[in-house]
């Protein structure tokens, strides 16, 4: 019998990412996600009541840039980027560990003359 077809053996139906300085688990059925920190001891989401989850419309995952980038609405005027973490990244020092949530209105007053 396959491992993934064991009787009571529960895939995770979550998709899990590590950014810098956070984890994030998203659970794509529903369209929330939870941003924990990296530091916290393992956790499993389904015992986390959904009053802690945030919805979101839609995310993509720049492989590019390894950036995982959350669209908070359908306009896609509010945005979560995180930079996600690889060995070696270069990324980790203080002045680049957050993430970073956009209001595109905010951003458009700061670039008007």
Same mark, same amino acid.
């Given at each position: 019998m396959s491992e993934n077809m064991r009787p009571g053996l529960e895939l995770d139906p979550y998709i899990r990412l590590v950014s810098c300085n956070s984890e994030w688990v998203i659970d794509e059925t529903h369209r929330?996600?939870?941003?924990? +920190?990296? $530091?916290?001891?393992?956790? #499993? +989401? =389904? #015992?986390?009541?959904?009053?802690?989850?945030?919805?979101?419309s839609h995310f993509s995952i720049d492989e590019e840039r390894s950036e995982l980038v959350l669209y908070l609405n359908a306009e896609c005027s509010r945005i979560i980027k995180a930079h996600l973490?690889?060995? /070696? @990244? /270069? &990324? @980790?020092? $203080?002045?680049? =560990? /957050? &993430?970073?949530?956009i209001e595109m209105s905010q951003l458009d007053d700061r670039l008007s003359p």
């Open positions: 929330v996600y939870l941003r924990v +920190p990296r $530091d916290v001891r393992p956790f #499993n +989401p =389904k #015992n986390l009541p959904r009053h802690l989850w945030t919805e979101y973490h690889m060995q /070696g @990244c /270069g &990324s @980790c020092e $203080d002045d680049h =560990k /957050g &993430s970073y949530t």
